[in-house]
Antibody
Framework: QGQLVESGGRVVQPGGSLTLSCETS????????MHWVRQAPGKGLEWIAT????????FYADSVKGRFTIYRDTFQKTLYLEMTSLNADDTAVYYC????????????????WGQGTLVTVSS | EIVMTQSPATLPVSPGERATLSCRAS??????LAWYQQRPGQAPRLLIY???TRATGVPARFSGSGSGTEFTLTVSNLQSEDFAVYHC?????????FGGGTKVEIK
């Protein structure tokens, strides 16, 4: 199983921007699709973005489409989530997660999760 | 969007007993259904994928069943570490969607 460590969460003002990082180890990032999933305080899990293992396709939830960008650096073994135009509804713990199947453009469940990083949008 | 509905929201169970959790999809997801366990303050942990395949290291007391729109997670002989929130997730279609979760609590 891989290891995932998120960082970058902090308090940010409404309308602000923030980039989260997810350092990976123990597996080749180029062989796995990756996901970002968030959890607002006291709420359930919400999928927000996926990047295919080839890096050729990205998918976004409607709630973040046009504002968030998922990308990766396979040499740095790091996944990123760039977030812009943040609002209070974006306040959540953000998890990065590894796709459960290797080198397939499907099977989008998550078999490894990071510990999460908290983003708070508040003035 | 495929809406996932979990029931009940809270399930009181005594240690050593069996818990049966339900997850319903608004449209068929075939068997593209995963279950996760989330303990307080922790990240989710994959338990089941493909509706019934246990993930690596998951004890045999966890079992999943179902297909189409109706799915069940059964936890037999509940241990203290099993009291947690359980989430289902469909990966049949975009957007990926989770259920609202079922909290299994000590009765």
């Amino acid at each position: 199983q891989g290891q995932l460590v998120e960082s970058g969460g902090r308090v940010v003002q409404p309308g602000g921007s923030l980039t989260l990082s997810c350092e990976t180890s123990g597996f080749p990032l180029s062989s796995y699709g990756m996901h970002w999933v968030r959890q607002a305080p006291g709420k359930g899990l919400e999928w927000i973005a996926t990047i295919y293992y080839r890096g050729t396709h990205q998918f976004y939830a409607d709630s973040v489409k046009g504002r968030f960008t998922i990308y990766r650096d396979t040499f740095q073994k790091t996944l990123y989530l760039e977030m812009t135009s943040l609002n209070a509804d974006d306040t959540a713990v953000y998890y990065c997660a590894r796709n459960g199947l290797r080198e397939v453009s499907g099977g989008h469940f998550c078999d490894s999760w990071g510990q999460g990083t908290l983003v708070t949008v508040s003035s | 969007e495929i809406v996932m509905t979990q029931s009940p929201a809270t399930l009181p169970v005594s240690p050593g007993e069996r818990a049966t959790l339900s997850c319903r999809a608004s449209h068929s997801v075939s068997r593209d259904l995963a279950w996760y366990q989330q303990r307080p303050g922790q990240a989710p942990r994959l338990l089941i994928y493909g509706a019934s395949t246990r993930a690596t290291g998951v004890p045999a007391r966890f079992s999943g069943s179902g297909s189409g729109t109706e799915f069940t997670l059964t936890v037999s002989n509940l241990q203290s570490e099993d009291f947690a929130v359980y989430h289902c997730q469909q990966y049949y279609d975009w957007p990926l969607t989770f259920g609202g979760g079922t909290k299994v609590e000590i009765k």
